[in-house]
């Protein structure tokens, strides 16, 4: 026996639940996925996932044996009007070894500019192993016009590297960081204000103090 037709009342109730119902999953999958960035954050930091490097106060001293190749890479979004390159391409390092460089960063535009780095260290197993201790990515940077600042990076590679079997065979490491422009920067402050300081500049591939430094700062450069 044929069913009777839907009334229309019946057919817009059943249609109204369905969409109810679909919005409701987009909701609930976007507030997940929302929820998890911090979560996903935590792991990276713990793990070294996809390259995710660590923080720590100090180096435990220079293990004597293998050395690392530590290369740098300098990136700019598109969207950010500054030159970004490491004052040298690459240093020699023991594990537990604390040792400072540094990139240098020009505002090429006629105002003043906030921009935050993203990075990470290749092969990405190493990630972590890698510690700083004092880095320019930990906070935004502010550039005036023309303005340019070498900004510092502590480091070291930690000796457990050595005791891993999917990192013992390595022995060049690459650092690469990504600039890009804040899209609601902080007020800047003596913190991230990238050439606020008359500091001597930082001398690079140098052995960093045993103790973690003192808040570092960048020497100030202008092309005014």
Known sequence: MPRPPSSPRASASRNTRTLLVLVGAVAAMTGLAFASVPLYRVFCQATGFEGTTQRASQAPGAVGGKLYTVRFNADVSPDLPWRFEPLQPYVRVHPGEQ?????????KSDHPITGTATFNVTPLTVGAYFDKIECFCFTEQTLG??????LPVTFFVSPEILKDKN?????AITLSYTFFQAKNPTKPTAENRAGGSQSAPVQVGA??????PSSPRPA???SR
């Open 220 to 222: 100030k450069e202008s």
């Open 145 to 150: 016009p023309g303005e340019t600042a070498d």
């Open 167 to 171: 990192t013992r065979d390595i022995d």
């Open 99 to 107: 040792t400072l460089v540094a990139f240098r960063a020009t505002n």
């Open 207 to 212: 052995v960093a103090p045993a103790a973690a």
